[in-house]
Every structure is written in structure tokens, then in C-alpha cells.
């Protein structure tokens, strides 16, 4: 071996060992749900019952909370064929999260009454309806805010005391990555997304010093019953920018939002552009490893330049929409 190949060794090796001990000293452990109490809001379908599903994965007794007492049986009954341990609770309870914050006291009681105090929430629940400004009627609005906005803020209103008087507790806030970017025909929805991402940075500010930890996620189109829903009142331009990301899997987002959940991160995101996009929001959220943070750093410039191309590709979207529209009404006429 020549003088020079030593050398280059060195290097590479005096590398790979400082990357070894920052990983060691930086790295997450992860939190213990085994045989603690889990409660998954929106919990029946979707990405709520795929998180409720690994947590049972876990080891963990799990609560699912939905309207549908149909939906919530067959979910139980997934979830118990997935138990590994004997004495493993699985519940479920039907309550109108949207309603009114004393129904939802008066069902979180009842849960844990029968299962034992809250260690983690999973809040999942909610639904898109899609439109302009103008063609979404105010009662859309209104019931997006009541199912994404106080579905959510009534259980975490709940848990959160109970969690900082024990010192411990995990709390989930799953919005969208609508909660980082304004996006045509998602503007009420957007709305409802963006108030979560202010609940889940308040709480974290609140509640760190008091051992609650708190994880917003942020998926993009998943494959979900509500998904296909969503789809049925989306504008064309909203198909065209937002398909422009792919579709995920409800598996794959629900093990991820809880596994970045019991690591202690604050942002759960799956995928590039999903990474790309909240680190060029990131703005004021809270720290998240010296990692992440120095890359924030020498990234957020380029990646704002990124950001505006983005925002000029869907601008172009659009125009051409609005070219094509205008052309079909004068071809009717």
C-alpha cells in the first residue's frame, strides 16, 4: 500500500468515526408503549387504523375512536388478530369528536375508566372537501374546521393537563402537508391545516419542560377511503399539482407518523418531496437535532429557490386550465 492510499484511508476512517460518535450522541431512543394505553382518534380507517395497528405491533393497548360503529367493529377485530400478548386491551369507542369539547370529555372519561390514563393520542380524525374560495359554501367550511380543527383540539385539550401532571405522555397531530403550503382549490381545507400546525407548536412550547412530547404529521395523498372522497370535489388544477406527488400507502404513513412519534421528532413526513417542502416551511417550528438543523441552514437558500419554480410550474397549471375553460365556453356558445 503506497503512501498516498494511506493517507486517503485516513481520512475516510477519521471521517467515518466522528459520523459514528455524532450519530451515537445525536440519535433518538425511542419511547416504550408496551402495555401502555394508546388512544387513535379516526382510528377505523386509513392511516388512523394502520398507526392503531402497529402500536398493537407494540405491544400497546389501544383505544380506536370514530363515529362509525360498523367501521370501528371490523377495525377491533383486525387489531385483535394482530395482539401479542395475551392480557393486550384493544377498545373502541363511537363519539362525534367534531361536536362539543363535554361529549368529548365525557367519552375520554368513559376510555379511561375502562382502559387506563392516556399515555399517547394519536389524533387522525378528519376530511377534505375540495373547491375554490368562492365554491365552497360557508357550512363546508365551517364543518372542515369542526372535524380537522376541534375534532383534534377537543381530545388534546383533554389529555394534555393529565399528560403534564404525569411528566410523560406523546401527543400526534396529523395534518397535511396543506398545513405548510396554500394550494388552489384546498383553501378552506388549507385552513383548517394550518391551525393545526399553530395547536401542535404551541403545545410543544407548552409542554416540553413538563416530559410531554408533541409530533405533527404531515402526509401527502394517501391511499384512503377519504382520499377517494376528496377526489370527488377536486378542481382539475388541484388533481394536476397535487397527483404530481404520487399517492402513499396508509401502512406506510401510519408506521412512520408513529415511529417519528416515539422517537421524539416534531415533523413525521414520508418521502423527498415531503422532506423538501417542511424544511423550506420550517420557519419557527421547534428544534430538531443538530442534524436536521444544519442542513436547514445551508439548504433553505437553495431550496427557496426551488420553491419558486415550483410555484411558477403551478401558476403555469393554472393559466392553462383557465385558457382551456374559456376556450370550451366560447366553443358552447
Known amino acids: 500500500m503506497d503512501h498516498q492510499t494511506e493517507i486517503v484511508l485516513t481520512i475516510f476512517g477519521i471521517i467515518f468515526i466522528h459520523g459514528l460518535v455524532f450519530y451515537l450522541v445525536c440519535r433518538k431512543s425511542r419511547a416504550n408503549i408496551r402495555s401502555k394505553h394508546v ?18 405491533r407494540l405491544g400497546a393497548n389501544v383505544t380506536i375512536v370514530a363515529r362509525n360503529v360498523n367501521l370501528l367493529e371490523k377495525a377491533k377485530q383486525q387489531l385483535l388478530k394482530r395482539k401479542v400478548r395475551e392480557d393486550q386491551q384493544i377498545e373502541y369507542r363511537s363519539i362525534d369528536l367534531a361536536k362539543s369539547n363535554d361529549l368529548v370529555e365525557k367519552g375520554f372519561q368513559d376510555i379511561e375508566q375502562a382502559s387506563g390514563s392516556i399515555f399517547m393520542l394519536i389524533n387522525c380524525a378528519g376530511m377534505a372537501i375540495c373547491g375554490t374560495i368562492e365554491d365552497t ?3 363546508d367550511a365551517r364543518l372542515l374546521m369542526d372535524v380537522n380543527y376541534f375534532a383534534t383540539y377537543y381530545p388534546t385539550r383533554y389529555v394534555l393537563p393529565k399528560m403534564k401532571a404525569a411528566r410523560e405522555g406523546i401527543i400526534v397531530i396529523t395534518a397535511s402537508q396543506a398545513a405548510l403550503v396554500g394550494l388552489y382549490g384546498y383553501g378552506a381545507y388549507a385552513a383548517s391545516k394550518f391551525a393545526l400546525r399553530g395547536l401542535a407548536e404551541t403545545i410543544a412550547m407548552e409542554a416540553k419542560h413538563a416530559g410531554v412530547s408533541v409530533t405533527l404529521a404531515l402526509p401527502a395523498d394517501t391511499d384512503t377511503p377519504g382520499f377517494e372522497r376528496e377526489n370527488q370535489s377536486k378542481p382539475i388544477e388541484t388533481k394536476i399539482i ?20 416515539l422517537k421524539g421528532s416534531f415533523f ?58 374559456e376556450t370550451n365556453a366560447c366553443t358552447k356558445n
Open 39 to 56: 388512544v387513535v382518534t379516526g382510528g377505523s380507517s386509513g392511516i388512523g387504523l394502520w398507526a392503531a395497528m402497529e402500536c398493537v
Open 137 to 139: 359554501s360557508v357550512e
Open 242 to 261: 397535487s397527483g404530481s406527488g404520487g399517492l402513499a400507502k396508509p401502512e406506510d404513513v401510519g408506521r412512520k407518523i408513529v415511529h417519528d412519534a
Open 268 to 325: 413525521s413526513i414520508l418521502g423527498l418531496e415531503s422532506w423538501i417542502l417542511s424544511t423550506l416551511c420550517v420557519g419557527m417550528a421547534p428544534w430538531m437535532g443538530p442534524i436536521l438543523c444544519i442542513l436547514q441552514f445551508y439548504l433553505l437558500g437553495p431550496l427557496r429557490l426551488i420553491g419558486l419554480l415550483i410555484q411558477w410550474n403551478f401558476q403555469r397549471i393554472i393559466r392553462n386550465c383557465a385558457k382551456e375553460r
